[in-house]
């Protein structure tokens, strides 16, 4: 079994920063991927960001230039740093990790950016 557990979400004025924190842990033997997705009310899940193994990343062009993803390989830990947040960002957010052919999720956590 692989467990994702999140943490740093919260609410925060336009304009604003939040770091977000996802540790994998259980059985785990090569993480391909791990990376972020949101869902806001009404609408599908989206990619927000993801690094693979060797390093790149990938980023939804909404966030590009005001988020950074970044990984602890030694923790299995995987961290997404929102700065210049939006209200359009509001969302929960989700940690994602593909391990061995399989995608496994976290609980999620609510990012709200409200004044």
């Known amino acids: 079994q692989v467990q994702l557990v999140e943490s740093g979400g919260g609410l925060v004025q336009p304009g604003g920063s939040l770091r977000l924190s996802c540790t994998a842990s259980?059985?785990?033997?090569?993480?391909?991927?791990m990376g972020w997705y949101r869902q806001a009310p009404g609408k599908e899940r989206e990619l927000v960001a993801r690094?693979?193994?060797?390093?790149?990343?990938v980023y939804a062009d909404s966030v590009k230039g005001r988020f950074t993803i970044s990984r602890d390989y030694a923790k299995n830990t995987v961290y997404l740093q929102m700065n210049s947040l939006k209200p359009e960002d509001t969302a929960v957010y989700y940690c994602?990790?593909?391990?061995?052919?399989?995608?496994?999720w976290g609980q999620g956590t609510r990012v709200t950016a409200s004044s």
């Open positions: 994602n990790a593909l391990i061995r052919s399989t995608n496994y």
């Open positions: 259980g059985s785990i033997s090569t993480i391909y991927t």
């Open positions: 690094q693979y193994s060797g390093g790149a990343t």
